[in-house]
């Protein structure tokens, strides 16, 4: 009987908008991180499936069907990337330097911080495409040995914890460039932190938009160099 | 049918998308292609603003819903996270945390500066007037 419900794609739609939309009016009433949709409507989710012992497989019959509009809403993005594209004309260099940069300082902490738990070579090349969006990070851990499941789940993990650092870090580093946000958003977080970016104004959302674009641009240009780097370290 | 319309360009450009990141040789997402492709339509007005912008806006706005089910997935790998998980759960707490903190201060640093030389200039012209 629990079998022919929770197969039925009706389960995995309903239980996804209602914990989200649940998420959200608790997050309006108590703005705490716990409370950010996303993350309380993916805990409470997995929690439910545990509990209820309804594999992952059964849920997604209907997930699917959430999951597909993620193509067409990063494709929608273009609409913002058109709004503000003078934003990038002016502000190029801040935007490329941030983001060449930034995705060699990420590096650079993820060798320390590697060194430091003794990871080994593998899951090195396993994290190193996590700022990056789930469908290229896919192809660079593919084709630098990593494993690629568990990169899917890092990128994941990555843009939850973007969309919740994000705004303390502003506000502690005195952030309040609208682009320095979003770029910082996109290419720290992905399309998750540019979920995040959407809230806090229109041009926050384009530059995280095309700081995506970019950041895995930069990260697939890196990555033999780094495969190389890090064969000699670990 | 104005919401049909606008929709029909955005699943347009997300088949196109999709399928050049088939035939493509480097691993870029159909996704990241289609909004490439539609950014480029719409800047050289082949495709007027108003024709998706309804849709697509509803789409954008609504985006971190979309995300749940990859995020529920996390599941299927709690196998391989075993006694890792926390050392991996620290790793993107601090790389991520760092990486959003540098990024968003050489931005601003950047930016600022950019704006400092326009803002010279501005006053420049206008003595020299």
Same mark, same amino acid.
């Given at each position: 009987?629990?079998?022919?419900?929770?197969?039925? #794609?009706?389960?995995?739609?309903? +239980?996804?908008f209602?914990f989200f939309i649940?998420g959200?009016?608790?997050? @309006?009433?108590?703005?705490? #991180?716990?409370?950010?949709p996303?993350?309380?409507s993916? $805990?409470?989710?997995? /929690?439910?499936?545990?509990? *209820?012992?309804?594999?992952?497989?059964?849920?997604?019959?209907?997930?699917?069907?959430?999951?597909?509009?993620? $193509? #067409?809403? *990063?494709?929608? %993005?273009?609409?913002?990337?058109?709004?503000?594209?003078?934003?990038?004309?002016?502000?190029?260099?801040?935007?490329?330097?941030?983001?060449?940069?930034?995705? /060699?300082?990420?590096?650079?902490?993820?060798?320390?911080?590697?060194?430091?738990?003794?990871?080994? =070579?593998?899951?090195?090349?396993?994290?190193?495409?996590?700022?990056?969006?789930?469908?290229?990070?896919?192809?660079?851990? =593919?084709?630098?040995?990593?494993?690629?499941?568990?990169?899917?789940?890092?990128?994941?993990? $990555?843009?939850?914890?973007?969309?919740?650092?994000?705004?303390?870090?502003?506000?502690?580093? @005195?952030?309040?460039?609208?682009? +320095?946000?979003?770029? &910082?958003?996109?290419?720290?977080?992905? &399309?998750?932190? *540019?979920?995040?970016?959407? =809230? %806090?104004?229109?041009?926050?959302?384009?530059?995280?938009?095309?700081?995506?674009?970019? *950041?895995?641009?930069?990260?697939?240009?890196?990555? #033999?160099?780094?495969?190389?780097?890090?064969?000699?370290?670990? | 049918?104005?919401?049909?319309? !606008?929709?029909?360009?955005?699943?347009?450009?997300?088949?196109?998308?999709?399928?050049?990141?088939?035939?493509?040789?480097?691993?870029?997402?159909?996704?990241?292609?289609?909004?490439?492709?539609?950014?480029?339509?719409?800047?050289?007005?082949?495709?007027?603003?108003? !024709?998706?912008?309804?849709?697509?806006?509803?789409?954008?706005?609504?985006?971190?819903i979309?995300?749940v089910?990859?995020?529920?997935?996390?599941?299927?790998?709690?196998?391989?996270?075993?006694?890792?998980?926390? !050392?991996?759960?620290?790793?993107?707490?601090?790389?991520?945390?760092?990486?959003?903190?540098?990024?968003?201060?050489?931005? !601003?640093?950047?930016?600022?500066?950019?704006?400092?030389?326009?803002?010279?200039?501005?006053?420049?012209?206008?003595?020299?007037?």
């Open positions: 009987m629990l079998e022919l419900i929770s197969t039925n #794609p009706f389960f995995g739609l309903f +239980a996804t209602f649940l959200t009016m608790l997050h @309006r009433r108590w703005p705490i #991180p716990l409370f950010n996303l993350i309380f993916i $805990t409470i989710i997995i /929690l439910v499936l545990l509990v *209820t012992n309804v594999s992952y497989s059964d849920y997604n019959e209907g997930g699917r069907f959430v999951n597909f509009w993620i $193509t #067409p809403a *990063t494709v929608a %993005l273009a609409i913002k990337l058109e709004k503000n594209f003078i934003y990038l004309k002016k502000y190029y260099t801040a935007i490329l330097s941030g983001i060449v940069l930034g995705v /060699l300082f990420h590096t650079g902490v993820l060798v320390v911080v590697s060194l430091l738990f003794r990871f080994n =070579e593998e899951l090195v090349l396993t994290l190193f495409p996590k700022a990056i969006t789930t469908a290229i990070a896919l192809g660079v851990s =593919e084709s630098l040995g990593g494993i690629v499941s568990l990169t899917v789940a890092i990128v994941v993990l $990555t843009g939850v914890i973007g969309t919740v650092v994000g705004p303390p870090i502003f506000a502690l580093l @005195r952030i309040d460039d609208p682009v +320095a946000q979003g770029v &910082a958003l996109g290419s720290g977080s992905h &399309a998750m932190g *540019t979920a995040k970016a959407i =809230e %806090l104004g229109d041009v926050q959302a384009a530059m995280a938009g095309l700081s995506i674009v970019l *950041t895995g641009i930069v990260v697939v240009i890196l990555a #033999p160099f780094v495969l190389e780097f890090v064969g000699v370290l670990f | 049918m104005r919401q049909l319309k !606008q929709l029909f360009w955005i699943f347009l450009f997300s088949f196109i998308g999709e399928f050049l990141s088939l035939i493509s040789p480097v691993a870029i997402p159909g996704s990241v292609i289609g909004m490439v492709l539609l950014f480029i339509a719409l800047h050289f007005k082949w495709i007027k603003l108003v !024709q998706v912008e309804e849709v697509g806006n509803w789409l954008t706005d609504n985006m971190a979309f995300f089910p990859a995020g529920v997935g996390l599941m299927t790998n709690f196998n391989i996270l075993g006694d890792i998980w926390w !050392q991996l759960l620290l790793t993107v707490l601090i790389t991520t945390t760092l990486m959003i903190g540098f990024v968003a201060y050489v931005v !601003q640093w950047f930016k600022r500066r950019t704006d400092r030389k326009l803002e010279t200039t501005a006053s420049m012209a206008k003595e020299s007037i």
